[in-house]
């Protein structure tokens, strides 16, 4: 570690986000070593008026389930716990941001007395409606200002706006008070371990290279399932809908590292670079391309209005304007109260021509990465019936990371990410830029559905969706393979 100290701010520190999420993985961090307890600080602000132990009490079950805790990992925790300071005040005055800033101060002049850096975190667990005005706070009362060196940098969390408009609108309100070096823009998806491994996969295997393009493949589909439905978020669910939550951020961000071209190098700019050159690329979407969804009972939460058309279930077919892709589509899929929680990248490949076995009705090849639950990939591929008779069957080559990672902890994507914030590493960040091109991907749709121009149809909780999706699925050429 740089010597010095780090203040790691929460800022929503009583909400949901932040005790589910970000306390957690800074938990995680520190059991492994990574926020040494002669350096770090965290501190926890909100509105709520509690005390520092209040707030240690209410983290204390999101850390551990007592029940199953040895006395010297309920030592760990309350060690951790202690590295937490809290301190309470408004989104939009100074005097809160005043006292933060003495807090860190302090921590700052026991640790860096003779010399170290001054490394400042801030992390936005917050409704974005109070971002531009604590984004203010925190440049007007507690940027670094050491001579010794040091930084200072904000964690932003979706959403980032609405639409492009407002989305732009809230990136040119930070990027007047931070630099873009300084602002990492969460999306919890680029910290999964499958999504991480999609560049390894495509440009460090020879068998994927050749294969990778529209002569190749046929279609891909990148899906995303949960088994539950909107379970007391409906409020907020309800003002963004299935494609501002999942689908412009989430599936985007792996439908990039699915289709980019190869970077130049591995560093976060020239990554960021494709990804941003292949959002460009895709053609806007059309009407007869997307079909949406509202689960039946989605309007039986309170917080939801008795007419609500928004989606919560949609698939859209993006289609990529460049050599690699003309004539793919890539089928984007996302659903709440679905019959299984899976999210999935399939790449099904073309029809093997001149086949002499006829065996093209059993099924075509196709590569599957399975994002979660239960990290996987296999690639169905077509053999010989084992046995006397010549016939074929669909079988797979399957590389589950359960059984060849036995006893390997996969990290929680927040963790990663949250230690790559400290490292300065921005890859695995959404850049300005790409923001912009995947709200212009979306925006026309979404505007039109705003209007009530696109209906959603009702579908079954625990359904596969809408029957129409499955329509839109085979005319975009899928071919329903066996097995698996
Ligand atoms: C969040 C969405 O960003 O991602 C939620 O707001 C969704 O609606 C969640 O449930 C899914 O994340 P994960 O990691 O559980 O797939």
Not at 259 to 278: C, G, Q, W, Y
Request: proline share 5%; glycine share 8%; charged share 30%.
């Amino acid at each position: 570690s740089e010597n010095g100290s780090l203040s790691i701010v929460v800022l929503g520190a009583s909400g949901d986000l932040a005790k589910k999420k970000t306390f957690p993985a800074l938990f995680h961090l520190y059991r492994q070593g990574f926020l040494p307890p002669d350096e770090v600080r965290i501190f926890g602000y909100a509105r709520t008026k509690i005390s520092d132990d209040e707030l240690r009490n209410r983290l204390h079950g999101y850390l551990i389930k007592d029940k199953d805790a040895s006395p010297e990992q309920l030592d760990v925790v309350s060690k951790f716990l202690h590295l937490i300071k809290y301190v309470s005040g408004s989104y939009d005055s100074e005097d809160g941001f005043r006292l933060l800033d003495k807090e860190i101060s302090e921590h700052e002049s026991l640790k860096n007395s003779a010399e170290g850096s001054s490394r400042r975190l801030f992390y936005f667990a917050l409704p974005p409606s109070v971002y531009p005005s604590v984004s203010k706070m925190i440049k007007a009362c507690c940027v670094n200002k050491s001579d010794l060196g040091g930084w200072t940098r904000i964690v932003v969390e979706k959403p980032f706006g609405k639409d492009l408009k407002s989305a732009e609108q809230l990136s040119t309100q930070i990027g007047e008070l931070f630099d873009e070096p300084q602002i990492y823009r969460i999306d919890h998806y680029l910290g999964k371990e499958l999504v991480q491994n999609m560049l390894v996969l495509r440009f460090a295997n020879r068998l994927f290279l050749p294969l990778w393009n529209r002569d190749n493949i046929a279609n891909v589909q990148i899906v995303f399932r949960e088994d539950f439905g909107t379970d007391g978020r409906g409020g907020y669910f309800d003002q963004y809908g299935i494609i501002r939550d999942i689908i412009q951020n989430h599936l985007l961000q792996v439908f990039c590292l699915v289709a980019m071209e190869k970077p130049v190098s591995l560093k976060p700019e020239h990554i960021r670079d494709e990804k941003v050159k292949v959002l460009q690329s895709v053609l806007p979407i059309k009407d007869d391309e997307v079909v949406l969804g509202q689960y039946e009972g989605y309007r039986d939460d309170p917080t939801v209005p008795d007419n609500s058309n928004t989606p919560t279930f949609a698939s859209v077919i993006l289609r990529v304007h460049n050599e690699r892709w003309e004539g793919v589509p890539f089928i984007i899929k996302a659903g709440k109260a679905l019959g299984s929680r899976k999210a999935d990248i399939r790449v099904q490949f073309k029809d093997v021509p001149g086949d002499i076995f006829k065996c093209q009705k059993q099924g075509r090849n196709e590569f599957v990465i399975r994002l979660q639950p239960q990290e996987a990939m296999y690639m169905k591929l077509t053999v010989k019936q084992p046995g006397l008779e010549m016939s074929t069957v669909q079988s797979e080559l399957d590389l589950s990371y359960i059984q060849r990672y036995q006893g390997v902890t996969i990290p929680e994507a927040y963790e990663r990410l949250i230690l790559d914030t400290i490292r300065g590493d921005q890859q695995h960040f959404v850049r300005r830029d790409e923001l912009k091109a995947s709200w212009e991907i979306f925006t026309p749709l979404l505007h039109r559905i705003d209007k009530g121009e696109f209906k959603s149809v009702p579908y079954k909780p625990g359904s596969r969706g809408p029957a129409e999706a499955d329509e839109l699925l085979e005319k975009a050429g899928y071919v329903q393979t066996h097995g698996y």
